[in-house]
């Protein structure tokens, strides 16, 4: 029998052909049409249909919601939890359905692009598995994963895979300002959230196409979003370029005050998802990690190393655990999934050239050290309600570092809400004349070389953990 039961109602058979077309392209068998062999009943050939399939999707629609055929079906899916409903109009889903996410298909045209299509299939990959054409061909080769340091403008692959967060930032406003000075406006076919659009590239980066990801807006894009990010990637990838062999993806979060670390292995858990699934695509070989900092580029290999010691991902059907071991399996399992309930420390400090090195020798490791996510915010990134996040990451954080050096007003103004928040504080300062305000009473550690400050940070955190 079928992958698939479609529960649709009779009046809305011409919208559900196209449907049932654009899954059967994925791999999946799909039962919808309703022709009745002789010498059977409906109900018993629909019953039989129902408890074959491996998914049941139920259309509702403003015929399907007062159908109790309609109605019948879908409980049988729900009963055997294989039932996956999605909307063909805007309509309120019959009592006892409520609960379970529709997908929004309302203005579907057949587009594979389209946000709620997307959600559709990545909810039958759930229920009924990766579709048996992609489960197979992923199997074929071994698939290697690097962090390079380089231009991702400028190094060779397939495509190069970007995230759109509903304004552009770096390397994706790099691109659609080299496509716009080539007369290409794509800007209304940008995606929104869980969307995605795969360009030509034109010249504007040495990879043949460039593949924009929709995403929630910056100030929103965190931890769990990153990891849906990198595995929306090879998802989309395997529907629209299945036969891709190198992707190009960069690091989303440091530059705008995510953990490093936290923020990179979410990354690579998205990855895991789509390939252990098998939702990539077929031919696929490499992908590569590109970073422009030396020192960033040098930290994230050795990240990548403590997981992935070879630089092989697991294939599909193949254990996690069997492959890279069980501390790697675990530290990506909560990454992005976990990482919000993780505690961190919020370092306030200006975002400017000269301070990298502080924040990254001095500060950085040291908290991470003692068991600490290391945050901070770049409030120059953002657009909308930004210190709505500052004031959220402040007020939710264990302790708050803030380096005074320089008088910069931002970092004043977080540490003073920290105080009305009642948390914790470190203050850091190179010169103490430099303080200003009510922190001239307080206990500073004074530092000269990183060095120093990082031994005297360390040193500072345990003593409060032992304290705790």
């Not at 991702?152 to 995230?163: S, T």
């Not at 759109?164 to 659609?176: E, F, K, M, N």
């Not at 990482?339 to 400090?349: E, G, L, N, T, Y």
């Not at 400017?352 to 924040?359: I, L, N, R």
């Amino acid at each position: 029998m079928s992958d698939i039961f479609i529960s649709y109602a009779s009046e809305d058979r011409s919208r559900v052909e196209p449907l049932s077309k654009a899954l059967e392209e994925q791999g999946w068998s799909v039962w919808w049409d309703r022709t009745i062999p002789p010498g059977k009943t409906f109900d018993r050939v629909i019953e039989e249909a129902i408890n074959a399939a491996r998914c049941v999707i139920v259309l509702w629609s403003k015929k399907s919601v007062k159908s109790d055929w309609v109605k019948e079906e879908a409980s049988m899916g729900k009963q055997r939890n294989i039932l996956v409903p999605a909307k063909i109009d805007p309509v309120d889903l019959p009592l006892g359905f409520g609960l379970i996410q529709a997908a929004d298909l309302t203005n579907w045209e057949a587009e594979k692009s389209h946000p709620g299509f997307n959600s559709l299939l990545n909810a039958i990959s759930g229920v009924a598995g990766p579709s048996p054409k992609r489960d197979k061909s992923v199997e074929r080769k071994q698939l290697t994963i690097a962090v390079e340091l380089g231009n991702a403008l400028a190094w060779p692959a397939d495509v190069l895979a970007l995230k759109y967060a509903q304004a552009s930032y770096g390397v994706d406003r790099a691109v659609l300002q080299g496509l716009e000075k080539k007369g290409i406006d794509i800007s209304e076919r940008l995606p929104k959230p869980a969307g995605f659009y795969l360009t030509n590239s034109h010249g504007v980066s040495k990879t043949q196409k460039v593949l924009f990801i929709g995403v929630e807006r910056l100030n929103q894009f965190g931890y769990p979003e990153i990891r849906q990010f990198s595995k929306n990637v090879l998802t989309s990838l395997a529907r629209e370029a299945p036969q891709t062999k190198h992707i190009l993806l960069t690091i989303h979060g440091p530059n705008y005050g995510l953990d490093e670390i936290e923020a990179f292995e979410s990354e690579i858990a998205g990855l895991f998802d789509a390939v252990t699934s098998g939702d990539m695509p077929e031919e696929l070989e490499q992908i590569t990690i590109l970073e422009r900092n030396s020192a960033r580029a040098q930290r994230l290999t050795q990240a990548l190393s403590r997981i992935i010691p070879d630089g092989k991902l697991p294939q599909s059907g193949k254990s996690t655990t069997r492959s890279i071991g069980v501390n790697a399996t675990e530290r990506l399992r909560s990454a992005g999934r976990k990482s919000d309930r993780k505690p961190h420390i919020f370092v306030a400090m200006p975002f400017a050239e000269e301070m990298e090195d502080v924040f990254h020798y001095g500060i950085q490791g040291a908290v991470n050290e003692s068991g600490f996510l290391c945050e901070r915010a770049d409030t120059s990134s953002f657009t909308g309600d930004v210190m709505s996040r500052v004031k959220e990451r402040i007020a939710s954080a264990s302790l708050i570092i803030a380096d005074l050096s320089g008088g910069n007003p931002n970092v004043y103004l977080e540490v003073g809400y920290a105080w009305g928040c009642g948390r914790p504080t470190i203050l850091l300062v190179r010169d103490p004349s430099e303080l200003m305000f009510d922190t001239k009473g307080e206990r500073c550690l004074v530092y000269k070389k990183i060095k120093d400050l990082e031994k005297s940070l360390r040193n500072e955190l345990v003593n409060l953990r032992e304290r705790s």
